[in-house]
């Protein structure tokens, strides 16, 4: 990737002439099925571009999930940059939400009271229900509902690929009941940066404005989609694997049968575990920070150090994640540090 990054051809893409800008946002158009996308600097810049291309009114709603990265993880930006108002909705644990809850918030009159429903946001996989993947009729229900009322659906793909590859569908099957989407190049496509947002052409007409407003215009670009390109080609497939080590660490941590941690083998369904450790000799906090640390004790006990990196979420939740840097054997070896931890605190 470095090699092809250093190599890349580049131009001024203020004016599209960057040819391997251009090329990617060709090759990423073919795959979502979309008319044309656009290169943007990060996911979070890719919904904020997205809604407000979708909501051009100040104080136009979206509806979004209680759960959702736009709603939890991105400063309320859509509020704070674009004016727009967010009516929630609650996600259910796999992801998805209850339709019947969004047409009840839906806002269409044409008095002057209440701000008008302007875009339903979706996320897949939905990153805090656990990387979960709404089922392709969950998608499907959505889309006649938003026709129903003319609303478009944007979706926050983030992570879009590794719902494709967990429902092996082509992302293009998805993207067709959406009319707007970002998706990542970094996380597991492991490009260093980068983003794209798919839709209509009029539509990203309007995106390339709105972004530069934003700060994200970018020159030579092609040093960074070079990479992305890199990532389109050779990184999606490879999904699989993650989903795999995911899929092996869960089973794992299930056959420690711990009082400690738990977690539910059917909601793993991609590169993410979202589980509770609730127990009252070991916070998540803690938990995360013995499995992060290193002690000579265990260096003189096992023959080596194993140092694995978990995120503490709110509610007594951590959160673990599979990428292109974590093997099969970091997974076993995760697993192992895991039992040790476990011995432990069961030692206390
Ligand atoms: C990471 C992420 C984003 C934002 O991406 P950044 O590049 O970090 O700004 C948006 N949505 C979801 C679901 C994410 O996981």
């Not at 002057?112 to 229900?129: D, G, K, M």
């Not at 009729?137 to 478009?152: I, K, M, T």
């Not at 400690?260 to 070991?282: K, S």
Request: proline share 3%; net charge negative; hydrophobic share 40%.
């Amino acid at each position: 990737m470095r090699a092809a990054m250093a190599a890349a051809q580049v131009g001024y893409d203020i004016f599209e002439e960057d040819p391997t800008v251009n090329e990617l946002q060709r090759r990423a158009a073919e795959l979502f099925g979309m008319e044309e996308t656009l290169f943007v600097p990060s996911g979070t810049m890719a919904n904020l571009i997205s809604v407000m291309c979708h909501c051009p009114e100040r104080g136009a709603e979206l509806i979004v999930g209680d759960q959702a990265h736009i709603h939890l993880c991105e400063q309320g930006g859509v509020a704070q940059i674009a004016g727009i108002h967010s009516r929630v909705v609650k996600n259910l644990p796999d992801g998805t939400f209850d339709l019947n809850e969004v047409e009840s918030k839906i806002r269409h009159s044409s008095g002057t009271h209440c701000p008008r429903t302007s875009v339903i946001c979706l996320e897949n996989t939905q990153n805090f229900t656990g990387g979960r993947v709404p089922p392709l009729s969950f998608l499907q229900e959505a889309r006649a509902l938003a026709d129903r009322y003319g609303l478009p659906i944007h979706m926050d793909g983030a992570r879009l690929m590794n719902a494709a590859i967990a429902l092996d569908v082509k992302a293009s099957e998805i993207l067709r009941l959406c009319d707007s989407v970002s998706v990542c190049l970094n996380k597991g496509l492991g490009s260093p940066i980068g983003c794209l947002i798919g839709g209509r052409k009029e539509f990203i007409n309007q995106a390339i404005r709105v972004r530069r407003v934003l700060g994200g215009l970018m020159r030579q670009a092609g040093v960074l989609a070079a990479a992305g390109l890199i990532s389109l080609s050779d990184m999606v497939e490879r999904l699989r694997d993650d989903h795999r080590n995911t899929r092996k660490f869960a089973q794992g941590v299930q056959a420690f049968s711990s009082s400690i941690c738990d977690i539910d083998i059917n909601a793993v369904e991609t590169n993410i575990i979202m589980f509770p450790v609730n127990d009252p000799r070991i916070s998540a906090k803690e938990f995360c920070d013995k499995m992060a640390e290193v002690t000579e004790e265990e260096v003189t006990a096992m023959g080596c150090g194993v140092q694995v990196l978990l995120h503490h979420m709110y509610d007594c939740k951590v959160r673990a994640v599979w990428h292109l840097d974590v093997s099969e054997e970091d997974t076993d070896l995760a697993l192992w540090k895991l039992q040790y931890v476990i011995e432990k605190v069961n030692q206390k």
